[in-house]
DNA sequence: GGAGTATGAATGAAGG
DNA sequence: CCTTCATTCATACTCC
């Protein structure tokens, strides 16, 4: 999937913009993927707007964000999960007639898609920051405004104190 | 990948950046949307189905399409609309306390969102009807008419351009 | 360094 | 109106 590739992203202001990557989309810190990852497969699949306001306000502690990000991280993800699992089906339909089941093939889907939770949305989804540093198990990852972009005012996101991993606890409430 | 439509349709000629698309759905040429978005931002936002008719009509020219692609269209866009700013004021308002900036999160937004219309919609604005309704393939859009009011201070927008194909002339008029 | 893939962003089309 | 789904465009990233 996604390796430990650090982040620049350099705000959009760089007009020479050659050998930077150019932040023309957002690009999602691998500690964001991993809550957007986390709330997706704890049920979550469309978040309203109050919590797509709270998730881009917590993640944007690890990095910049915007909540349409969000939205749209979402969106893609539920859209290409279904359509995997759509063309998975159509393999087996089309393939139901030859086989039986066995462990082998049964892995292979487990792999490929984990999904349907049924949609069992969760009533409270609160992110709470927290000092407690809960989960060390977080790549070393550095939020920080790169030296080609800090200079040009806008994007100073300075996390205040700098910690190594930003203290996220995401408790999910379900129903 | 999956045929399922043999369908083709190459996006207006020489319109440029464009490429070809399968014509599964309505993909607008650059001069339909020129023209929607004209009439969008001259404060049309949600049109009769007179209007929707002749504009559909007009736009014809530039390619195929139907009444219900304008009808969706404005549908879509003015949804849209709403939306980004909806979201682009919550981030903005989320981000208050942590820069003083003088252009902060207008990076990407400048380059994404020209949203940020005026939003002076001017109250009355309906569409001549030049020629009685045909309503050959425009399915059952309830669209409401609006009330009529025909008169004075009607301006013609046209769109001619160096094309080989008749002036979009669309009388609007509003009071 | 171009092909192939993963994925962010956009939008047409509905449904409710 | 609102939200959601499906499809597509655009771009970043990976791997030969």
Redesign the interface.
């Known amino acids: 999937m996604e390796e430990g590739m650090s982040e620049f992203c350099i705000?959009?202001?760089n007009s020479g913009s050659a050998t930077g990557t150019k932040?023309?989309?957002?690009n999602p810190t691998t500690e964001q993927v991993k809550v957007l990852t986390d709330l997706f497969s704890s049920g979550l699949r469309t978040p309203s707007?109050d919590q797509?306001?709270k998730i881009?306000?917590q993640l944007?502690f690890y990095g910049k964000i915007?909540?349409?990000n969000v939205?749209y991280w979402f969106q893609n993800h539920k859209a290409r999960e279904r359509q995997k699992r759509r063309k998975v089906d159509n393999d087996v339909i089309r393939s139901e007639n030859s086989i039986s089941i066995n462990s082998f093939t049964q892995t292979d889907f487990t792999q490929l898609y984990q999904v349907s939770e049924p949609e069992r949305v969760m009533e409270t989804l609160q992110l709470f920051p927290l000092n407690s540093f809960g989960e060390s198990e977080s790549k070393n990852m550095r939020v920080h405004a790169s030296d080609q972009c800090r200079d040009n005012?806008?994007?100073?996101?300075?996390v205040g104190e700098q910690m190594d991993h930003p203290p996220l606890d995401l408790r999910l409430s379900f129903m």
């Open positions: 705000r959009g202001g932040c023309g989309r957002w707007t797509i306001q881009s306000n944007s915007e909540s349409k939205f005012t806008m994007f100073s996101y300075t």
